[in-house]
């Protein structure tokens, strides 16, 4: 079956630093990715959804400046945290839609970040 | 409004079988999935399914009726370091993931 790969799995930085999240499609050209994170008690939240050669599309209260999102190949898409803080610290998952399985998404493992 | 339904705990002895059951009502559905979380961690991805159907893995199936807007998560051959919570979750239509509250599942020995 397909694969998405995330990586890193986890990642401790200190605060006011930069931290980029990859999230690769292995075996498929994914046409759409989305990238979640994780808030206590709440679960996951759809944080922005991203479109192969465009920009991305963020979900209300998600700032664009702080979660930048590129998804420069059908394969790639990155999610680059910047001038992390402490507030920052969750667990950030992404998921990718093909192109001929337009029903089905595929999950990377997740990135469990700790901001100092 | 949108809704996932879980039990909020049960109890089931090693070596046992368990199923936890997940009813939902959304705007649309995208598949449903299935996580494992112990107390402090980052949650475990168990399995997703968008078509109806039974879907094993090892230990671990997960079934799905989408008319009946049901699915659940069958463990078997229990151990003590399935004692986690497990949460279900559907994407809408929107790609939203509407999260149930999730199972405390408890194991006795």
């Known amino acids: 079956g397909a694969v998405v790969s995330q990586h890193p799995s986890r990642v401790i930085c200190k605060s006011g630093t930069s931290v980029k999240i990859e999230c690769r499609s292995l075996?498929?050209?994914?046409?759409?990715m989305f990238w979640y994170r994780q808030f206590p008690k709440k679960s996951l939240m759809l944080m922005a959804t991203?479109?192969?050669?465009?920009?991305?599309?963020?979900e209300q209260g998600v700032e664009k400046d702080k979660f930048l999102i590129n998804h420069a190949s059908l394969t790639l898409s990155t999610l680059t945290v910047t001038s992390a803080h402490p507030e920052d610290s969750s667990f950030y998952i992404c998921?990718?839609?093909?192109?001929?399985?337009?029903?089905?998404?595929?999950f990377g493992s997740g990135t469990q970040l700790s901001v100092l | 409004g949108q809704n996932i339904d879980q039990p909020t705990e049960m109890t089931a002895t090693e070596g046992a079988i368990v199923q936890i059951n997940c009813t939902y009502q959304t705007s649309g559905f995208n598949g449903l999935f299935w996580y494992q979380q112990h107390a402090g961690e980052a949650p475990t991805f168990l399995s997703y399914n968008v078509l109806d159907g039974l879907e094993e893995k090892g230990r671990f199936s997960s079934f799905l009726s989408r008319s009946k807007g049901y699915s659940y998560l069958l463990l078997k051959e229990l151990q003590m370091k399935d004692s986690a919570s497990y949460l279900c979750a559907v994407i809408d239509s929107n790609y939203q993931l509407i999260w149930g509250a999730g199972t405390k599942l408890i194991i006795k020995p």
């Open positions: 991203s479109n192969e050669g465009s920009k991305a599309t963020y």
């Open positions: 998921s990718a839609r093909g192109q001929s399985e337009v029903e089905k998404l595929f």
């Open positions: 075996d498929f050209q994914a046409t759409t």
